[in-house]
């Protein structure tokens, strides 16, 4: 079992930034991704980023490049999401999740793992 924490949504002016962290715990051994998801008010779940948990990478959805900026802790077993020149449209409940099979980062149907999520709302 996986127990993941996120914290550090709120409410941001537009484009202010947000940091939120997601502290991971139990059997996080040979995980290979942990990723970003958010679900924005009567929207389905959507891809964020995304890292690997060894070797680093990173995955963006295209309407965050360049904005949001995915890091990892391995000491701390957390992993973070700086959100930059936020806008309304990044209004959403944001997800951390963990992924256990080595493909497709960007498909939530590949993470084995879910937090509570952490709400982010940025007004105009």
């Known amino acids: 079992q996986v127990q993941l924490v996120e914290s550090g949504g709120g409410l941001v002016q537009a484009g202010g930034s947000l940091r939120l962290s997601c502290a991971a715990s139990g059997h996080t051994f040979n995980r290979y991704y942990m990723g970003w998801f958010r679900q924005p008010p009567g929207k389905e779940r959507e891809f964020v980023a995304a890292i690997s948990w060894i070797g680093g990478s990173t995955y963006y959805a295209d309407s965050v490049k360049g904005r949001f900026t995915i890091s990892r802790d391995n000491a701390e077993n957390t992993l973070y999401l700086q959100m930059n020149s936020l806008n309304p449209e990044d209004t959403a409940v944001y997800y951390c999740?963990?992924?256990?099979?080595?493909?497709?980062?960007?498909?939530?149907?590949?993470?084995?793992?879910w937090g509570q999520g952490t709400q982010v709302t940025v007004s105009s």
């Open positions: 999740a963990t992924s256990f099979t080595g493909s497709y980062p960007r498909l939530p149907n590949k993470y084995d793992y």
